[in-house]
């Protein structure tokens, strides 16, 4: 670019940064400030004064929404403002929104910002997700920008900005936006709203961290809802709820608290029912759930665990991520991430490890042989006649359904799962409201001869049965009626 052109583009460049200047100028005209409310509110110039801020997760913004109101009101209420400047608001930092407050009026007061967030199964909060609390603590004037995370503009997580009115050198713990933040901290902890509830966590769109939580309704059921071999029920539930119940007298007792489950059995045999049964007998009490993807959250789920206690967490088809580190070709095996998540809780802690898996022979040693990782292990076989028989009674409750029907029944499924019994009852129902006909023996043999046919051999494999079937059929010829093993809803 030759000496002309050049000095014509800086004059029509600062040409525009003129016209922007009187632009913004004009709208800001009878428009209240952000530097002038801030100053008023604290009494003195923010600019001179030190901002501190805390990062918090962003699946923890609704609490942290819980926590800044319930300080707000513990300190004598205060005035919400928010703040204008589109897009430019996102970019900075609450100190440099204070420092450019002033320039061009480009920060005016506005609406404060919103975001609809769970805060269980069926209810939601209003959250803050850019506002500005005034409002004194402990007699000092303060202010708290408040905004949930924006990965757009580079912000994996939500916080909590704080500037206050007192000794502008201030900077240490013992200054007040310090003692604000840390009691925010606490009140978060104090009425979390993910106390006390079953929760899974999901990713985020951006980022390698949790983006948020999902809420389920707990489960009802009863002992009488699940079969599984003669006393297996009650062990289960006597290392995971048992010692929630009796807490207190171990403790006192000097015995550990934290503990580790392992479910094993063929797929569809129930091992999932069982969680469930287990989450309904602990009302109260914080269940976090991983599977598939999710399990790489392991370190969340037990900080989770480790604060919201007592709590626990399930392991679905853990043997995805405590595979054998011999048949690991990655550079780091999830196995370590749940080894360490046992190991680093303390002894004293109410958080029981749930773990579920199809493969026992994938897992590592490590994870199962060391006291303190899993405690307990037990089989969820495929059901025998008599398990079946019962899961029979269980699924046809209320059906016209023959006690000799559901004799033969047993009898002809060894080798099928509580899955395939289920799938069974369903079609038994599902045919008979195709028929215009009432449920009935003869619907329930027709549906049971073509479930039984080669043609149907797929649905059973994806069902469980799979090649164990005629495994358990001549196992329970050579036992005689009545089999023994047991089976699971």
Same mark, same amino acid.
């Given at each position: 670019?030759?000496?002309?052109?050049?000095?014509?583009?800086?004059?029509?460049?600062?040409?525009?940064?003129?016209?922007?200047?009187?632009?913004?100028?004009?709208?800001?005209?009878?428009?209240?400030?952000?530097?002038?409310?801030?100053?008023?509110?604290?009494?003195?110039?923010?600019?001179?004064?030190?901002?501190?801020?805390?990062?918090?997760?962003?699946?923890?913004?609704?609490?942290?929404?819980?926590?800044?109101?319930?300080?707000?009101?513990?300190?004598?209420?205060?005035?919400?403002?928010?703040?204008?400047?589109?897009?430019?608001?996102?970019?900075?930092?609450?100190?440099?929104?204070?420092?450019?407050a002033g320039r061009w009026g480009q920060f005016p007061i506005a609406a404060v910002e919103r975001?609809?967030?769970?805060?269980?199964?069926?209810?939601?909060r209003q959250a803050i997700a850019f506002g500005i609390h005034l409002f004194r603590y402990d007699?000092?004037?303060?202010?708290?920008?408040?905004?949930?995370?924006?990965?757009?503009?580079?912000?994996?997580?939500?916080?909590?900005?704080?500037?206050?009115?007192?000794?502008?050198?201030?900077?240490?713990?013992?200054?007040?936006?310090?003692?604000?933040?840390?009691?925010?901290?606490?009140?978060?902890?104090?009425?979390?709203?993910?106390?006390?509830?079953?929760?899974?966590?999901?990713?985020?769109?951006?980022?390698?961290?949790?983006?948020?939580?999902?809420?389920?309704?707990?489960?009802?059921?009863?002992?009488?809802?699940?079969?599984?071999?003669?006393?297996?029920?009650?062990?289960?539930?006597?290392?995971?709820?048992?010692?929630?119940?009796?807490?207190?007298?171990?403790?006192?007792?000097?015995?550990?608290?934290?503990?580790?489950?392992?479910?094993?059995?063929?797929?569809?045999?129930?091992?999932?029912?069982?969680?469930?049964?287990?989450? #309904?007998?602990?009302? !109260?009490? +914080? $269940?976090? *759930?991983?599977?598939?993807?999710?399990?790489?959250? =392991?370190?969340? /789920?037990? @900080?989770?665990?480790?604060?919201?206690?007592?709590?626990?967490?399930?392991?679905?088809?853990?043997?995805?991520?405590?595979?054998?580190?011999?048949?690991?070709?990655?550079?780091?095996?999830?196995?370590?991430?749940?080894?360490?998540?046992?190991?680093?809780?303390?002894?004293?802690?109410?958080?029981?490890?749930?773990?579920?898996?199809?493969?026992?022979?994938?897992?590592?040693?490590?994870?199962?042989?060391?006291?303190?990782?899993?405690?307990?292990?037990?089989?969820?076989?495929?059901?025998?006649?008599?398990?079946?028989?019962?899961?029979?009674?269980?699924?046809?409750?209320?059906?016209?359904?023959?006690?000799?029907?559901?004799?033969?029944?047993? #009898?002809?499924?060894? !080798?099928? +799962? $509580?899955? *395939?019994?289920?799938?069974?009852?369903?079609?038994? =129902?599902?045919? /008979?409201? @195709?028929?215009?006909?009432?449920?009935?023996?003869?619907?329930?043999?027709?549906?049971?001869?073509?479930?039984?046919?080669?043609?149907?051999?797929?649905?059973?494999?994806?069902?469980?049965?799979?090649?164990?079937?005629?495994?358990?059929?001549?196992?329970?010829?050579?036992?005689?009626?009545?089999?023994?093993?047991?089976?699971?809803?």
């Amino acid at each position: 670019m030759d000496e002309r052109n050049r000095r014509i583009a800086e004059a029509l460049g600062a040409y525009m940064d003129e016209v922007v200047t009187e632009v913004r100028q004009a709208a800001a005209e009878g428009t209240a400030q952000l530097a002038d409310v801030l100053a008023e509110h604290l009494g003195v110039d923010p600019r001179g004064l030190p901002v501190v801020a805390a990062q918090i997760d962003s699946f923890q913004l609704v609490n942290l929404d819980v926590a800044v109101e319930a300080l707000v009101a513990r300190h004598g209420g205060g005035e919400l403002i928010g703040v204008g400047g589109g897009d430019q608001r996102h970019h900075v930092s609450f100190g440099d929104m204070i420092q450019n407050a002033g320039r061009w009026g480009q920060f005016p007061i506005a609406a404060v910002e919103r975001v609809d967030l769970a805060t269980g199964p069926d209810t939601q909060r209003q959250a803050i997700a850019f506002g500005i609390h005034l409002f004194r603590y402990d007699g000092t004037p303060v202010a708290v920008l408040q905004r949930q995370a924006n990965m757009q503009f580079g912000r994996s997580g939500a916080s909590a900005e704080v500037v206050a009115a007192d000794d502008p050198g201030v900077t240490s713990t013992s200054g007040v936006a310090a003692r604000l933040l840390a009691e925010v901290r606490r009140l978060m902890l104090e009425h979390s709203v993910f106390r006390g509830q079953v929760l899974s966590l999901g990713g985020a769109e951006f980022s390698p961290g949790v983006g948020g939580v999902v809420f389920h309704r707990r489960p009802e059921l009863t002992a009488a809802d699940v079969v599984l071999p003669p006393g297996a029920l009650e062990r289960v539930e006597r290392h995971v709820a048992g010692i929630a119940r009796h807490r207190e007298e171990l403790r006192a007792a000097g015995q550990h608290l934290k503990r580790g489950l392992l479910l094993y059995g063929p797929p569809g045999t129930g091992k999932t029912h069982t969680v469930r049964y287990l989450l #309904a007998s602990m009302p !109260g009490v +914080t $269940a976090v *759930l991983l599977s598939g993807t999710s399990l790489q959250y =392991v370190p969340f /789920a037990t @900080e989770l665990a480790r604060a919201l206690q007592p709590a626990i967490v399930v392991l679905e088809d853990c043997d995805l991520v405590a595979e054998h580190r011999d048949f690991h070709h990655g550079a780091r095996p999830l196995l370590f991430e749940v080894m360490e998540a046992l190991d680093g809780l303390a002894e004293d802690s109410d958080i029981a490890f749930v773990l579920t898996t199809n493969r026992p022979d994938l897992l590592e040693t490590a994870l199962v042989q060391r006291p303190g990782r899993v405690d307990l292990a037990v089989q969820i076989p495929l059901p025998d006649r008599t398990a079946r028989r019962m899961l029979l009674d269980l699924y046809a409750r209320g059906l016209p359904l023959s006690p000799a029907c559901l004799d033969g029944v047993a #009898a002809r499924t060894a !080798g099928t +799962t $509580a899955s *395939l019994v289920k799938e069974l009852l369903r079609r038994v =129902v599902l045919r /008979a409201a @195709e028929q215009g006909v009432p449920v009935g023996d003869q619907v329930m043999d027709t549906v049971l001869d073509e479930l039984l046919e080669d043609r149907e051999r797929l649905t059973r494999a994806l069902l469980g049965a799979a090649e164990e079937a005629a495994q358990a059929a001549a196992g329970e010829a050579a036992d005689g009626p009545g089999g023994g093993s047991g089976g699971t809803r």
